[in-house]
């Protein structure tokens, strides 16, 4: 394989960028409770919340403890503050997932605008730029040659491609085949994009065995049993 | 026995009050919510002898009439022997469903009788309307106010103060919540009438039926029956129990209840109290014993409600029924019983049978 031919800044970033969204897909189910504790946990309404939560479970523990019958008045007391900790834990509960909510989407416009929108604007820009030369154009047929030269735009171009290199024998279509952006080079390059592309499904595939080699809990093979005889 | 209280042990400020309007009486469980009803009625009644008194009874199992010893019906009708006082027994669900019945017969609103009517729209509002909470109480409590007002036209008389004997289910009142559901209500279905316009109109069949234009002209209604209600001066509502653990649940949740309908509650009466400790020539090991069970409730209340007016009241040696027993018994709303001095009265009862 031919060296590396593109900018290492590029190739970083973009490497940056995969890795980043590769740890926010693998750790997706913390996210809630990072999102929690970073912003919520000073705040006074989940403190407020946590304490009315605490003071409902030993109000709850003490009237459990007591008979309503002899201790009436107390047990009632006791019902009274439970339903007004519950409205106000209600209220707050909402207030919460209020706040929650706004930090979700807050977390949603630093990923868009931190993440998904520049390394759309980078594979944009720079997406078919060459990373690598492959060292012969006879490995692939055409198709493929052209689309890992100059990206997935190459496979809806590839008939009006194959249209023109047969008008081509018969009429001069440098014109147009100048116009139109057809491959017609000798050396077969990677472009960025279909690097992105393949990398991105190598670590899917690997993916997929370690989870089914070692996090997916095996099954264990039915016995068969026997009926008893009437 | 220690029944020292801040607040006064008895109704006096009720039963002498000038300005109020409606008194509910409820509570749940054969607790004697008729006999303290006619009691409060009928105390009115004597010490106001200028004002006209109406008992209502919304129960569709009425006893009025047995409490009584003489028969009342949906027409109000004075008590014998009382000049101000009179009483009626309607059954609003009922009432509500013939016109209901008779509305979707005819096809559109009875006539012209305005109002609820109006609303059934001949039987398609009421299933439209039917499953949002309260509304049928305040359907049937419209009911009872138009019954009221026809009854004052037809007597040439206005009644000063109404006394509603309520129903146990306890959830007449629930209808004092529906302005709130019905303006969230309104909110969407204003909503959707803007966006859809007139294409609603066509999928309502024969006529314009104005279902937002019905339902504020309900709101309005409600909202008009609900200042009155919240209004202390005005409305109040007195609890009957007995004091058993029960009864005292009820009775609690009863109070919170009605807390969160912004309705005054500040009266208690414990019925069927036996007193044993001053009866000692009537006495038993088991009344000894109900007793002492009773005492442990009624410090709880007291302990409980401490703003509100608990008044004891005693259990008689037979039913009160009749106006001159109920005189008697309801003796002890005004000023409260004392088992010391007044514990003849409950062997003094006429029989009714």
């Given at each position: 394989m031919s060296d590396i031919t593109m900018e290492k800044w590029v190739l970083g970033t973009t490497l940056m960028f995969i890795i980043i969204t590769k740890f926010l897909q693998y750790t997706a189910s913390y996210h809630e409770s990072w999102i929690s504790k970073f912003t919520l946990g000073s705040t006074t309404a989940y403190k407020d919340y946590m304490s009315k939560l605490h003071e409902q479970k030993l109000v709850q523990e003490e009237n459990h403890s007591i008979s309503a019958q002899d201790n009436y008045a107390k047990w009632t007391k006791n019902n009274r503050k439970l339903d007004k900790l519950a409205a106000d834990i209600k209220q707050l509960k909402s207030q919460i997932h209020e706040q929650s909510a706004k930090s979700q989407q807050l977390l949603k416009t630093v990923k868009l605008i931190g993440l998904t929108l520049p390394f759309f604007a980078l594979k944009m820009w720079k997406g078919k730029e060459i990373v690598y030369y492959l060292p012969t154009n006879k490995m692939f047929p055409h198709l493929f040659n052209g689309t890992w030269h100059q990206g997935w735009l190459f496979v809806a171009m590839y008939p009006l491609d194959f249209a023109l290199s047969q008008i081509n024998n018969l009429y001069d279509v440098s014109f147009i085949a100048s116009k139109v952006p057809l491959y017609r080079g000798t050396a077969v390059g990677v472009s960025l994009g279909i690097w992105i592309w393949a990398l991105t499904n190598v670590l899917g595939s690997i993916e997929f065995v370690i989870n089914q080699l070692f996090l997916t809990p095996t099954v264990s093979e039915p016995v068969a049993t026997e009926k008893k005889a009437n | 026995m220690d029944l020292d209280l801040q607040v006064d042990p008895n109704l006096h400020s009720l039963i002498t009050s000038t300005t109020h309007k409606w008194i509910f009486v409820g509570g749940k469980g054969g607790v004697g919510k008729t006999t303290s009803s006619s009691s409060i009625a009928i105390q009115m009644a004597l010490n106001q002898p200028e004002k006209q008194f109406l008992l209502i009874s919304t129960d569709p199992a009425h006893n009025l009439s047995d409490a009584f010893g003489e028969k009342f019906g949906k027409d109000a009708r004075k008590v014998t022997g009382m000049n101000n006082l009179s009483c009626m027994e309607i059954d609003p669900a009922a009432a509500l469903k013939d016109m209901n019945d008779m509305a979707v017969s005819q096809g559109q609103g009875a006539g012209d009788q305005g109002g609820i009517n109006d609303l059934l729209q001949g039987g398609a509002l009421a299933d439209l309307t039917g499953s949002i909470p309260g509304i049928d109480e305040a359907l049937s409590f419209m009911e009872v106010m138009k019954h009221i007002k026809n009854q004052e036209q037809g007597e040439g008389e206005t009644f000063d103060t109404v006394i509603f004997d309520t129903a146990p289910t306890g959830h007449t009142l629930r209808f004092l919540q529906l302005p709130t559901t019905l303006s969230k209500l309104l909110e969407k279905f204003g909503e959707i009438t803007g966006k859809l316009g007139p294409m609603l109109n066509s999928f309502m069949?024969?006529?314009?039926?104005d279902i937002s234009g019905k339902l504020n002209e309900l709101k309005a209604n409600v909202e008009t029956i609900r200042q009155q209600f919240t209004d202390p001066d005005l409305t109040t509502f007195v609890c009957v129990c007995i004091s058993e653990f029960l009864s005292l649940y009820e009775t609690e949740r009863l109070i919170q209840e009605l807390i969160s309908y912004d309705m005054d509650v500040n009266s208690i009466i414990v019925n069927q109290l036996l007193f044993a400790d001053d009866d000692k020539e009537h006495n038993c090991k088991r009344c000894q014993a109900r007793w002492k069970m009773q005492k442990k409730y009624l410090d709880q209340i007291g302990e409980l409600y401490e703003d509100f007016h608990v008044v004891k009241m005693p259990l008689c040696a037979g039913e009160i029924r009749g106006l001159t027993n109920l005189k008697k018994f309801s003796r002890f709303l005004d000023h409260e019983y004392n088992p010391a001095t007044d514990g003849a009265v409950i062997y003094e009862l006429e029989d009714k049978a």
């Open positions: - | 069949g024969n006529g314009n039926v």
